[in-house]
Nanobody, 120 residues
Framework: VQLQASGGGLVQPGGSLRLSCAAS????????MGWYRQAPGKERELVAT???????NYGDSVKGRFTISRDNAKNTVYLEMNSLKPEDTAAYYC???????????????WGQGTQVTVSS
């Protein structure tokens, strides 16, 4: 199973970006999907998660500005980021709990990360 993230880049404060992460491989079901981020010198932190049924959870620092969504038919999770601030600068990693056909329980997978830089 592979998670391929895309959509990062350089944006000015107050701007917007949309991240995508597509899961591929021997996928039977995908449970929760999500986004985490890690800035230099800091620990990885939760940005947002979404269950297969669409229930969402957000980190306090992004509530009201970021929106997570998913397309189950495409095995893809999205992160719409608005009103971006310099402190949102980080590498953003997608994450998914995926069950392959032969798995008894879901396994956790990480994408490779995509850089988001918010600067004027």
């Amino acid at each position: 199973v592979q998670l391929q993230a895309s959509g990062g880049g350089l944006v000015q404060p107050g701007g917007s970006l949309r991240l995508s992460c597509a899961a591929s491989g021997s996928i039977y079901t995908i449970d929760a999907m999500g986004w985490y981020r890690q800035a230099p010198g800091k620990e990885r932190e939760l940005v947002a998660t979404i269950t297969s049924g669409g229930r969402t959870n957000y980190g306090d620092s992004v509530k009201g500005r970021f929106t997570i969504s998913r397309d189950n038919a495409k095995n893809t999770v999205y992160l719409e980021m608005n009103s971006l601030k310099p402190e949102d600068t980080a590498a953003y990693y997608c994450n998914a709990n995926v069950r392959r056909m032969w798995d008894d329980t879901p396994r956790n997978y990480w994408g490779q990360g995509t850089q988001v830089t918010v600067s004027s």
